[in-house]
């Protein structure tokens, strides 16, 4: 069974920097589009990132230019780095595997004012 581990969340100063992780164990992981989602209480589920197995990448408006993400196809493993936090990107980040709508179970990011 395929899972993803998320890793790298915490509480930052606002301005500050995190950068999150997620591992599959996934054999042919590297073929697949990886996405980061995040969840605000409150709020819907949505889409911050996403990378295909090329490295092509595709952002949410809220955080062009602030997030990167990035992956290591011999190591299985995704990243999402984060500058300029501001308080409303306070969420539970998700590392998921949409083709076989595989979810990790979620890292907190908690930024303050």
């Known amino acids: 069974q395929v899972q993803l581990v998320e890793s790298g969340g915490g509480l930052v100063q606002a301005g500050g920097s995190l950068k999150l992780s997620c591992v599959g164990s996934e054999l042919f992981f590297g073929i697949y589009v990886m996405e980061w989602y995040r969840q605000a209480p409150g709020k819907q589920r949505e889409l911050v990132a996403g990378i295909t197995s090329g490295g092509s990448t595709n952002y949410a408006d809220s955080v062009k230019g602030r997030f990167t993400i990035s992956r290591d196809n011999a190591k299985n493993t995704v990243w999402l780095q984060m500058n300029s936090l501001k308080p409303e990107d306070t969420a539970v980040y998700y590392c998921?595997?949409?083709?076989?709508?595989?979810w990790g179970q979620g890292t907190q990011v908690t930024v303050s004012s």
């Open positions: 998921k595997l949409p083709l076989l709508n595989i």
